[in-house]
């Protein structure tokens, strides 16, 4: 019962694209910006794909939280 077996991976992924690509090797881009690239690309980083699967019902708040260090121990 401590296998892998039955769960799903929450992940945060950056395809490259051509604009990700030339802002990369640009060095006049900052990271922001890529960033801003990528979120108009579809990025979601991984909080927020964490609440899209909390909204599918694949996961729980608190499990999101434990996995994210947002706890308060």
Known sequence: GTGYR???AIA???ESSERIRESVTDESVSLDEII???????FKNLAQEGLRHLNLGNTSLEEIKRVLLFTNN
């Open 36 to 42: 801003n690239i990528a979120k108009k690309d579809g």
């Open 6 to 8: 039955g769960r799903i």
């Open 12 to 14: 945060e992924v950056l």
